[in-house]
């Protein structure tokens, strides 16, 4: 029950040290601590109403029939703890004329309460709750002597402390009811929302214009997950969950009638088994689920906060700083309407920031099976970061109040394809590529200056040409219609794709447990950082509820401001000092086969290509890799190894296994600049041949032969050749289980 004796715990703790010599006339520490808790833990599993009526039995009403609730909460929990730490001590004098020194004082009392609550509302919708407080009571200095010192402190305690630090979290829960109505329990989905607020007091001041206030702070943190089981919407028809879930053939009978009954049954006329429509609704049907989550956390960070929090982070008059802000919204205006409410201190030398973040994290992902033995995975992410922050205070300690100095910054990561330029003389001094970048710079400069009616105010070399020109020229797309914007906005899909179906042919089964057949793509484009120019301060464009992705994409959120100089130009309104394209094939023929007699043979080839802009200089530093490797595997079960000992042959029988790994690796590193041409600025060829015997006597003990042999041969004439060859053998005792 609720009102259980045993929901309760107590605890005490007293501890008091005495010292005292010829230097010290007396030294006393004194720690008390006692806590008080209480939990309770509830049994009830919630209300269904409706389960057992008669009407809620179609699926179609399967909402209702489950339809439930909990009025108890599942548990509640609070604990408060009174800690007092006193430390006097006094110092001798050894001058007896002298007047006795005074003892020092160093000591502490604080009260510290937890609250923790959970309550499932639903079976899908639950929430959880805790906060902490941790409280100063405040003592009058030196010893506790007298009753107005007592008096103090109990007055103190009364009022439960002076608040130093509050935080407080609420997680919410919700599994979406999809599965509750036929047409749609292909679907499931799950969304999170997470709160959390914390409130800081700042050092003590008693004259108010050098009062630096207390600091709040609140995150949010939203989350959809959720999966589209596209195979269990095809089974809803019957014909395609036949297609998809084909029924085994029966085994073959073990007595003689049964199998004259079956061979009879076969001479007589079946159904047409339509295998060419089947197999072309199977391919058809080749999508067979969907996955997804999108994340966004946020948070923001108010100094300079005047009020003190009484319950649930509000404060006494239950206004400041207003129930959104608690439960984690994120008003960028929330700075300018604090100070209207009167909510912040006016100190006209605070210098903590008001600032505001926010992450944006999203993933999908769909899997495709043409058929049984052929499995296609796409790929799409994009995440971003941004902060916003700015020095928001009274400007003149008259409620003068203004936001000074704003500023955004942040990352840009989106999933891309730029295989159209893969396979292009890309080591090349002479790139095409690179080449086509320089077209384009025209195109796109002449498509900006459109926009503004004028054909000066950009050059070739401006950051809002540069990039737009570098996405056009490694993506392969056209200039005349990509996109002007430095944020690509919707992620392009990677795959990879896996093939294992070699062994059902004849030349294969016999000979093979497996042959896999593999291919991957990955591709990535990144702003790696960004920040506004310092000519761009108007809040409109730089809060955070502007998204990054408009900027040059729509017509009201482009640069507008010029440079000082006799040949003005724009400036943008982003600075953005590198954007890197990287791209990987891993592998881009992979294959993994596996014998009958236990040969295991994996050959990879992988290419990987990295293209960087730095926008300051123009230049694009391109890395280009590429690798192949080859494993080969081979266990020889209960090898004979005959060995004399006293006179007489003893013959082991374990498994020695064969082991070669082979591998090549070419790099090379080409600056590409627009005025200076092409130069190769590193670059090597890594060479790797490693044999490796292995001999196991027992599970414990195992003997191991091998060699590594490298090599490191330099593209370019400030690095030296170099190889290593290592041999040996190893001894392996394992002293594990």
Same mark, same amino acid.
């Given at each position: ?9 107590? %605890? ?11 230097? &010290? ?112 009571? *405040?003592?009058?200095?030196? !010893? ?34 999809? *599965? ?20 800081? #007091? ?27 089981? &596209? ?19 029966? @085994? ?7 199998? =004259? ?5 076969? %001479?007589?006329?079946? @159904?047409?088994?339509?295998?060419? /429509? ?5 391919? &058809? ?67 903590? @920031? ?18 049984? +033995? ?57 790139? +095409? ?16 200056? %459109? ?37 690509? #906005? ?6 990879? =794709? ?29 702003? &790696? ?80 290509? *990295?293209?960087? /802009? ?12 590429? *690798?192949?490797? =080859? ?9 004979? =190894? ?12 374990? !498994? ?17 600049? /627009? ?25 414990? /003990? ?20 170099? #190889? %290593? ?13």
């Amino acid at each position: 029950h609720i009102y259980d004796i045993e929901n309760f715990t107590f %605890t005490y703790l007293y501890t008091e040290a005495n010292q005292h010599n010829f230097n &010290i006339l007396e030294n006393t520490r004194k720690n008390v601590k006692g806590a008080v808790a209480w939990q309770y833990q509830s049994k009830f599993k919630g209300i269904q109403p409706l389960k057992d009526v008669k009407f809620t039995s179609s699926k179609y009403l399967q909402l209702l029939k489950d339809f439930n609730f909990n009025p108890v909460p599942s548990s509640i929990s609070v604990r408060g703890e009174l800690e007092r730490s006193f430390n006097k001590i006094a110092y001798r004098n050894n001058d007896p004329t002298a007047i006795t020194q005074l003892p020092n004082f160093q000591k502490y009392f604080v009260f510290n309460r937890y609250y923790n609550f959970t309550w499932a509302l639903t079976k899908s919708l639950k929430v959880d709750y805790n906060a902490t407080v941790n409280a100063i009571i *405040d003592e009058p200095a030196g !010893d506790i002597n007298t009753t107005q010192k007592r008096d103090s402190i109990i007055k103190n305690l009364k009022r439960l402390g002076r608040m130093k630090y509050f935080e407080q979290n609420i997680n919410t829960t919700y599994t979406l009811p999809f *599965d509750k109505f036929p047409a749609t329990n292909w679907i499931s989905a799950d969304y999170k929302y997470t709160v959390g607020y914390n409130w800081r #007091a700042g050092p003590l001041e008693t004259i108010d214009s050098l009062k630096i206030g207390n600091i709040i702070q609140n995150t949010r943190n939203r989350g959809m997950n959720g999966k589209l089981d &596209i195979v269990k919407l095809y089974n809803k028809l019957g014909f395609l969950k036949d297609i998809n879930l084909p029924k085994p053939k029966p @085994p073959p009978p073990k007595n003689e009638a049964e199998r =004259l009954r079956r061979a009879k049954a076969d %001479t007589l006329p079946h @159904p047409p088994e339509l295998k060419l /429509l089947k197999a072309m609704l199977r391919l &058809i049907m080749s999508l067979r689920s969907i996955n997804g989550s999108y994340t966004i956390t946020e948070g923001t960070i108010l100094p300079g906060f005047a009020k003190t929090p009484k319950l649930l982070g509000l404060d006494q008059a239950w206004m400041a700083p207003g129930i959104g802000f608690v439960l984690g919204e994120q008003d960028p205006y929330i700075a300018q309407n604090a100070a209207n409410r009167g909510w912040l201190v006016h100190n006209k030398r605070l210098t903590t @920031p008001f600032s505001q973040s926010q992450m944006k994290d999203l993933s999908l992902r769909a899997n495709m099976e043409p058929f049984t +033995d052929l499995k296609i995975q796409f790929d799409a992410r994009k995440t971003s970061n941004a902060m916003f922050q700015e020095i928001f205070r009274d400007t003149t300690g008259l409620n003068n109040y203004a936001g000074l100095s704003p500023s955004r910054s942040g990352s840009y990561k989106v999933s891309f394809i730029s295989v159209a330029t893969a396979f292009k003389n890309n080591n090349s001094l002479n790139s +095409d590529v690179f080449n086509q970048f320089r077209k384009n710079l025209g195109i796109i400069n002449n498509r900006f200056n %459109t926009f503004r009616g004028n054909s000066t105010d950009y050059v070739s070399q401006s950051q809002d040409v540069l990039i737009p020109a570098f996405i056009a020229a490694y993506s392969g797309r056209s200039a005349k219609t990509t996109s002007l914007s430095p944020f690509p #906005a919707i992620p392009l899909p990677n795959w990879r =794709l896996d093939y294992s179906g070699l062994t059902k042919l004849e030349a294969f089964k016999n000979k093979f447990t497996s042959v896999v057949l593999s291919h991957a793509y990955t591709s990535s484009y990144s702003v &790696i950082n960004y920040a506004n120019s310092l000519q761009y301060n108007d809040f409109g464009q730089l809060n955070l509820g502007r998204s990054v992705e408009s900027y040059n994409a729509s017509a009201n959120f482009r640069a507008t401001q010029l440079t000082q100089t006799d040949t003005a130009r724009l400036i943008p309104v982003f600075v953005i000092s590198q954007v890197l394209i990287s791209e990987t094939f891993a592998p881009l023929i992979g294959i993994t086969v596996k014998t009958k007699s236990k040969l295991s043979i994996t050959f990879n080839y992988k290419t990987k290509r *990295d293209i960087s /802009l730095n926008v300051p200089n123009a230049q694009i530093t391109e890395v280009n890799g590429k *690798d192949w490797s =080859l494993e080969v595997g081979y266990t020889k079960n209960n090898m004979r =190894l005959p060995f004399r000992d006293a006179g007489r042959i003893i013959t082991l029988k374990n !498994d020695i296994t064969f082991r070669l790994t082979v591998s090549m690796t070419s790099n090379a590193t080409i600056q590409r600049r /627009l005025d200076q041409g092409s130069t190769v600025t590193n670059g090597n060829i890594n060479f790797q041949f490693r044999p490796n015997i292995s001999y196991a006597f027992n599970k414990k /003990l195992q003997l191991q032969f091998y060699i590594e042999r490298t090599t490191n041969n330099p593209l370019v004439s400030n690095s030296f050749y170099r #190889a %290593t060859t290592r041999g040996g053998f190893k001894l392996i005792f394992m002293l594990t289980q």
